[in-house]
């Protein structure tokens, strides 16, 4: 079975600090995607990225960037300059393959960013 | 863009009784998937419908069902609630193997 782990709980920095949101998963199948979802206070959950095994290549997306490695089954995402409307839950999260064309996602327990002005 | 909808987005309902939630899917996306997310939780897979067939279901109590129609639009049915069957209940839908897009969701507090 696959996992995802969050080791961080909750993170709380200052306004304009860059911070960086750990994702481990693990995971028997060979081709797989990892997402990240953002969850404000207000709940929806915001897709923010996705990356499927054989792209390595780390993504930049304004202050977003994302470092994806393999060797050590990570999915890091960093927060470039944060702002406090970063502040939100984000979740990790991979998808296996459950028949056809659905990929069922399994989430990370999600880390509780707060960004203070 | 579209979205995926979902109604209604809030719902209160009292123990042992039946609710029913709704979820449109995005325009031309083939596949709908329903999570659960209980308070300070992450979402836990449900059940999903490719080509308004069941695909796959996860950790769904025997007194949930769910069905997709021609239209594409979806319903989850619960019945007989339990205290601990509130939760915030999200709708995805996809196209093909891509990323989920989650509808707002829809808060159901059982009283």
């Known amino acids: 079975a696959q996992k995802v782990t969050q080791a961080q709980t909750e993170i709380s920095v200052v306004e304009k600090e860059d911070v960086t949101l750990d994702c481990v998963y693990e995971?028997?199948?060979?081709?797989?995607?990892l997402f990240w979802y953002k969850q404000p206070p207000s709940g929806e959950l915001v897709f923010l990225i996705r990356?499927?095994?054989?792209?390595?290549q780390n993504e930049i997306s304004g202050r977003y960037s994302w470092n994806f490695q393999k060797s050590t089954s990570s999915f890091n995402f960093t927060i470039t300059a944060s702002q406090v409307v970063d502040s939100a839950v984000y979740f990790c999260?991979?998808?296996?393959?459950?028949?056809?064309?659905?990929?069922?996602?399994?989430f990370g327990k999600g880390t509780l960013l707060t960004v203070n002005p | 863009a579209a979205g995926v909808i979902q109604s209604p987005r809030h719902l209160i309902k009292e123990k042992r009784e039946t609710a029913t939630l709704k979820c449109y899917p995005i325009?031309?996306?083939?596949?709908v998937y329903w999570y659960q997310q209980g308070p300070g939780q992450d979402p836990q897979f449900l059940i999903s419908?490719?080509?308004?067939?069941?695909?796959d279901k996860g950790s769904i109590p025997d007194r949930f069902s769910a069905q997709q129609f021609s239209d594409y639009h979806s319903e989850l049915n619960m019945s007989s609630l339990e205290l601990g069957d509130s939760a915030l209940y999200f709708c995805?839908?996809?196209?093909?193997?891509?990323?989920?897009?989650f509808g707002p969701g829809t808060r159901l507090t059982v009283l």
């Open positions: 990356r499927n095994s054989f792209d390595e």
């Open positions: 995971t028997r199948d060979t081709t797989y995607y």
């Open positions: 419908f490719y080509e308004k067939m069941q695909s």
């Open positions: 325009p031309r996306h083939d596949t």
């Open positions: 999260a991979l998808s296996e393959r459950t028949g056809g064309s659905n990929y069922k996602l399994t």
């Open positions: 995805a839908s996809s196209l093909q193997r891509r990323e989920q897009f």
